[in-house]
């Protein structure tokens, strides 16, 4: 009967789940050694692991879709199984499988590996990405040096368009064997929202008046500041704004700020004055968690993460990670760190994974994902929140306690928040419409290029400093398009961690809609366990509930929403509005007068 099946499917579910642990622990124990020590040999037995893996995932899923689970009457059982029978990439054939996995691999690997030569020492040729290409994007002034460096950086990753075109016949392969239409509705089943791609535009439209004054204020400083390669009307060229991508433009601040003659002490020389370094760096990111009574990192975590880049010559990918291993103790980040205030706040970021895998550990591992992977992202920005507040960087030292808070102060520290988390808006949505439109045959390898500069001109108003062309292949100067990462994630994680903010914000009684002495901009939540435990609760619950029911746990919401960011950046927007009206500036871009050729 349909109840014994019940009880049988509850017995194998939990065999099922604890086989699953054991099997992604040896994957990702073979997935790390490789990302972590890039050789030939490494390479070939993650691949082999992975073989084997996709066999028995495969065979366990033939089992798995035997049972009548969509008759079960019980929810959760439902739900594992529903998650239980998509097969994803296993559902390949093996050699298909394995090339797919060794493209991605290879993809990464020229990203990882590319050095370019310095623009003024022509015969230095072992300039890396994280940090001396980073680091010249970050605090050169040359435009003539920021333009070498990012022509370079791409010309260097320009290889990986092959094999880009096998990543989308494959990944595309893959999907319709799970009876997706296109990869595109695999990487937005998560959601669970038929939607939520309109949902996501919908937040884009009401987001796009702050980002437009953002993006008209900033191009009136880089005119006074580079003269006319910036025009007065046009898109921003993309290498002056202080990251590799344009997708975030604090480090730019120094020379932007609203109020300059209230420029606070820089973070970034107060953490090297103070000897912080990488270790120390984390060791204060989890006291933030601890303060709220969320979990400390495990003796495994301390003991097995790379916090500094090895200088044993390796070659390894540097890019920020956090790792679940799945026993349940051991859980690692990954992230060549540099000391300063960027890093500082990525190992916020990426302690709030290792904070998630801790809290949904019991959870059986069918349900240890975030709610949707926008809610994995935005944790440790939670944190971060609070942490780059001028209250909690005085509470911990980071800033001289009796430096003056006055408004001019508290608008530079707003626009400072505000260039990392509005700037990134447009980039975070264009990065899969991109590969969407790709996915779903709407955009060919023949216009891969020229549509990728369409929308970073249409939707991001940024343009190349140089023409572009066909034979370029720019996309792939980003880790997450040659890693098979999807990025939809961060422009989800940067609307609701305001939500998240505001409603913890709330509960550590920091923040009063009606009280004009605590705005959401101003708030801490250090020790606030009050906020702790809603936060705590939301994370445990993983997967194992549509994310609206996750949401509503820390939030009272269940609908993701513009309006927790554009409260906390109330401020700054009349500002900009103001000061842009005071320029005369104009608000908007005109098209692009550079060129992208067939
Ligand atoms: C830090 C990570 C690892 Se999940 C990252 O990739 N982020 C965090 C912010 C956006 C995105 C990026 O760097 O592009
Ligand atoms: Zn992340």
New binding site residues.
Partial sequence: SLEDEEIRARAYVKLLNDKIALRNNRETLAAWKYASNITEENLKEQLDVSKESAKETKEDWLETIKFNWRSFGDYDLRRQFEKLSILGKSALPEEKFLKLEKIISDMQTIYSTAKICDHKNKTKCDLVLDPEITDILANSRDPEELKHVWVEWRHKNAPAKELFRDYVKYANEAAVLNNFTSNTGFWLYDYESPTFVQDVESIWEQLKPIYTQLHAYIRTKLRQRYGDIVSEKGPIPAHLLGNM?A??WSNIADFTLPHPSAKRADITSELLNQGYDALKMFKTAEEFFVSLNLKKMTPEFWERSILVKPNDGRELVC????WDFFDKKDFRIKQCTSVNFEDFT?AH??MG?IQYYLQYSDQPVVYRQGANDGFH?AVG?VMSLSVSSTKHLKRIGLIDANTPDNDAVDLNALFMIGLDKIA?LPF?YLMDKWRWGIFDGNITAEDYNCKWWEYRTSIQGVEPPVDRSEDDFDAAA???IVAD?P?LR?FV?FVIQFQFHRAACELAGEYDPEDPTKPLHKCDIYHSTKAGESIAKMLQMGSSRPWPDAMEVLTGQRKMDASGLLEYFRPLHKWLEAENKKNGAYIGWESTQKKCTK
């Fill in positions: 991508w997708q975030s890019h920020a990670s956090a990525t970021h990426e994974h992202e920005d990134f975070g980003k880790y997450h990462v990025y961060y994680s």
